[in-house]
């Protein structure tokens, strides 16, 4: 084997690990004799690709449950995805073209941090405020739901009540509750209360609902209510969890509305899938960072991971990823059901934005941390600086130049500034933010989680210690 410091796909996501590896590091020699828990851990990953189950993995009412993330991205009947479900969503993204003015989506965490990392990539910066030509036809995007805030609720109501008396006829809304367990309380509340103020001013608004959640009546109250109220349902099947569910539904459905190619979403994540599944351990990008990590966690103290995309587009992305690292490996029990306390504290940071807040920490604070970077090599837009003032030479510094290239140079002098005082840190590198890499990278970060997962012997598709507020609550609201 050789771990010789950057793997990747052929075309697409490369992730380059070199600076995590060395004295200060972690060495080959741990790397090499790590390798029979990479196999197991690889054999693991296949087992559930083929079988839908993972090792002691039950629901939260301590049944088995299936885990699909990797069958996302493969269309086929019986999958998460399949050519039907596909034509679906794009005949409604088509169909609320040029016809919905807005979509609001409803829901909170896993029901709603892979829609917002999908209107960042597909939707251009001020989506809402662009004139409808400009948006390609295609309707405002609004989010709730992710919080029970009756501030920013009423704000979103202020909103659209301003655009529909600015425009003078009532506005078609399409409200789209997200909810797997169709009874969450955020998502609940907050579609309740925008239901009945639309409803309440028909002369302001058109309301239309699409549900997105679990399709058992028994168990879903929102599914029941879309049965009763003849509602458009599209599945959260089970087997897909929250934080592993933006390949499917929930993520796609938001995908087709923007016109984004969901397909090539699918086929980049399928790409990563194969290489998952099937690479050599020194070839297969997830396990690598999942075996870097587990090590740097357990013998080099790294229990914080910042994730820090280069580009405003790229921080929705950093807040998916807290999900996913922090429910699937912040675990208290392994799969025994003995004490671990396993997983890192996830950070999300922006470059070059914390660059001017966060980094003096990174630098010279407690050696806790790996970061994680992330760059996109080619932008979607090519910027120039240039100088207005020619006498002020110190703007020439920067004058002329792309405005990518000198998020490059922050990132780079980021990452040998760390290097330099050996600070544990990673580069991923997509080629570009398209579709195709998009899928290649959300692939690759669960397939990450899942691995180290196996590593630490923790369940990484439960989130048991969710409940133990959500039971307080409950009775507390009930009393
Ligand atoms: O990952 C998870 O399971 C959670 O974050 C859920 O996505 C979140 O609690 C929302 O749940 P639901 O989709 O059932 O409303």
Not at 275 to 294: E, I, S
Request: overall charge negative.
């Amino acid at each position: 084997m050789t771990f010789d410091g950057s793997v990747g796909l052929k075309d697409g996501l490369a992730f380059i690990y070199r600076n995590m590896m060395g004295r200060d590091g972690v060495t080959e020699k741990m790397l090499e004799d790590f390798l029979p828990v990479m196999a197991d851990a690889s054999v693991a990953l296949q087992k559930i690709f083929e079988t839908g189950f993972a090792k002691a993995h039950l629901s939260k009412d301590g049944t088995p449950e299936h885990v699909f993330f990797p069958r996302q991205a493969y269309l086929k009947e019986g999958n998460p995805n399949d050519e039907a479900s596909l034509r679906r969503l794009e005949e409604m993204g088509e169909a609320w073209r040029n016809n919905v003015d807005a979509a609001v989506f409803i829901g909170i965490g896993g029901s709603y941090l892979g829609d917002k990392v999908l209107f960042d990539l597909a939707a251009k910066p001020y989506w809402n405020q662009l004139p409808k030509a400009a948006r390609d036809g295609r309707p405002q995007i609004y989010f709730a739901g992710n919080n029970v805030d009756g501030v920013a609720t009423a704000g979103l109501m202020a909103q659209l009540t301003c655009q529909a008396r600015h425009v003078k006829r009532p506005l078609h809304i399409m409200l789209v509750p997200i909810s797997k367990s169709g009874t969450t309380m955020e998502p609940l509340s907050g579609f309740s209360a925008l239901l009945v103020y639309m409803q309440q001013h028909p002369e302001l608004f058109r309301v239309d609902v699409t549900a997105v959640t679990g399709l058992d009546p028994e168990s879903s109250l929102l599914y029941r209510l879309a049965q009763e109220n003849g509602w458009p349902a599209l599945s959260i099947p089970e087997g897909i969890g929250g934080r592993y569910c933006v390949l499917s539904n929930p993520g796609l459905l938001m995908g087709a509305v923007l016109g984004y190619d969901i397909r090539a979403l699918l086929e980049g994540a399928r790409e990563m899938a194969e290489c998952c599944l099937h690479a050599a351990p020194d070839g297969n990008p997830a396990l690598v960072n999942a075996a870097l990590k587990y090590l740097a966690s357990k013998k080099k103290g790294a229990h914080i991971e910042v994730f820090m995309g280069y580009g405003d587009q790229l921080q929705s992305l950093g807040a998916w990823y807290v999900q996913l690292l922090a429910e699937s490996l912040g675990k208290r029990n392994n799969r025994a059901g003995e004490p671990v306390y396993y997983g890192r504290t996830p950070v999300v940071a922006t470059g070059t934005t914390d660059m001017h807040s966060m980094t003096q920490q990174h630098q010279d604070g407690r050696r806790d941390k790996v970061i994680q970077f992330l760059e996109v090599e080619e932008p979607a837009v090519h910027l120039s600086v240039r100088n207005p003032f020619p006498d002020e030479k110190a703007l020439d510094l920067y004058a002329g130049k792309k405005m990518d290239t000198l998020l490059k140079a922050a990132l780079t002098a980021n990452e040998m500034a760390l290097t330099g005082d050996g600070r544990l840190n990673a580069r991923y590198v997509l080629p570009a933010l398209e579709p195709r890499y998009a899928g290649q990278l959300f692939m690759f970060l669960m397939f990450s989680v899942a691995y180290e997962g196996e590593m630490a012997d923790v369940d990484a598709f439960d989130q048991p210690g969710v409940e133990a507020y959500k039971r307080i609550m409950k009775a507390n609201l009930a009393k």
